[in-house]
C-alpha cells in the first residue's frame, strides 16, 4: 500500500497530542473544548440530533392463539 503524506501527517499529530497528554482522551478532549473557547474563530454547533424510534423487530413465530374447549 501506498503512503500518503498527508495521512502520514495527521498520525504524526495525532501521536504528539497524545503523548503530550499522557495518552489520557479526557485531558486531550479538555484541551479541545478550552482552544475553542479561547479561540478567535467561530464555532459552529449543531442542535442535538433526536434519537430514532426503536423498530420493533417481527417475530418469526406466530403469535400464539387461544383455544377454547367445551
Known sequence: MQSDP???EIH???EQIAAR???DIRAIG???HQRDATS???VIRRP???P????KAK??????VAIERS
Open 40 to 42: 478567535d474563530r467561530e
Open 52 to 55: 430514532a424510534e426503536p423498530v
Open 12 to 14: 504524526r499529530v495525532r
Open 48 to 50: 442535538r440530533r433526536q
Open 6 to 8: 498527508i495521512v502520514d
Open 21 to 23: 497528554f499522557g495518552y
Open 30 to 32: 479538555r484541551d479541545a
Open 59 to 64: 417475530s418469526q413465530f406466530p403469535a400464539p
